[in-house]
């Protein structure tokens, strides 16, 4: 699965570890929350830049005592239907201050992406059934938001947004 970033599709170096994988040495990894909150001491100790994938149906919250230690939250969309995540990541950039990578995972659509960059979302692993125009194009679709505060830096197009695709991008 690709993963999106600053406009691109990018090599996701991240290996996402399995309840009882082991640690590889050097790697960069992204456990399971639950996992996190029960080996928390080595995996400060390892040797990589740690992540978490965290479940769409617990508190936002939950992660506040790990936060310090992680460099991404990997937030679920299960469903096209389950917007939990939104929120999630809302909270986790306005209200706890996280500025980590917040990715998006799952049902991830280029139709939701402004809505996503919104929210906080910054990278994405998306189906390889969409292409990166597609996720481009989504980028700068939008010309109104009915949210205050949001203009083309958070994911509604500006004036002249085809020229602008690649700034939107570069967070």
Known sequence: MPLLKF???VEDDWV???????????????VPFE??????????????????AFP???SIEDLKPYLANLDVVVLSFPAFGDGRAYSQAKKLKSQLGFSGEIRASGNVLPDQFAFM???????????????LDAWQ?????????????????RGFAPENALDRRKEYFDD
């Open 7 to 9: 406009g691109e599709f």
């Open 117 to 131: 960059r919104q929210c906080g979302f910054n990278a994405f692993d998306v189906p390889d059934r969409q292409s």
């Open 137 to 153: 194009q989504s980028a700068t679709s939008m010309t109104v938001a009915y949210q205050r505060g949001f203009g083309p830096e």
């Open 16 to 30: 996402a570890l399995i309840d009882g994988e082991s640690l590889p040495q050097g790697s960069d990894v992204i």
């Open 35 to 52: 996992r996190l909150v029960e080996d928390i001491d080595t995996l400060k100790a390892h040797n990589g830049s740690l992540g978490v």
């Open 56 to 58: 769409n149906d617990a």
